[in-house]
């Protein structure tokens, strides 16, 4: 089993920026690729990003390249996604999740593990 924090939400006022955080622990986890997913109020969950573990590969989703960016942090167990510039339009809850393979997959269904969502707001 894998525990999943997520932290760092809030309200923002567009084009500002954030740092969300998911805290990782449980099993070991290096073979697994961590991912943040996003959803808004009446909307599917979305995939943002995702990160593999031992490499650090990164993958993102074609319409967010250049706002968002994944990081780990392999010593402190932790994943972040820093978003700048940010919009009204990516109000939504963010999600990070964990996937028990080494390649990058991007679909919600393909992960196995959730963390409880952190709330960003972004006022106009």
């Known amino acids: 089993q894998l525990q999943l924090v997520e932290s760092g939400g809030g309200l923002v006022q567009a084009g500002g920026s954030l740092r969300l955080s998911c805290a990782v622990s449980?099993?070991?986890?290096?073979?697994?690729?961590l991912g943040w997913f996003r959803q808004a109020p009446g909307k599917e969950r979305e995939f943002v990003a995702a990160?593999?573990?031992?490499?650090?590969?990164?993958y993102y989703a074609d319409s967010l390249k250049g706002r968002f960016t994944i990081s780990r942090d392999n010593a402190k167990n932790m994943v972040y996604l820093q978003v700048t510039g940010l919009k009204p339009e990516d109000t939504a809850v963010y999600y990070c999740a964990a996937d028990d393979t080494m390649s990058v997959r991007t679909t919600a269904i393909s992960y196995d593990y959730w963390g409880q969502g952190t709330q960003v707001a972004v006022s106009s």
């Open positions: 990160i593999t573990w031992s490499r650090g590969t990164t």
């Open positions: 449980g099993r070991t986890f290096s073979r697994y690729t």
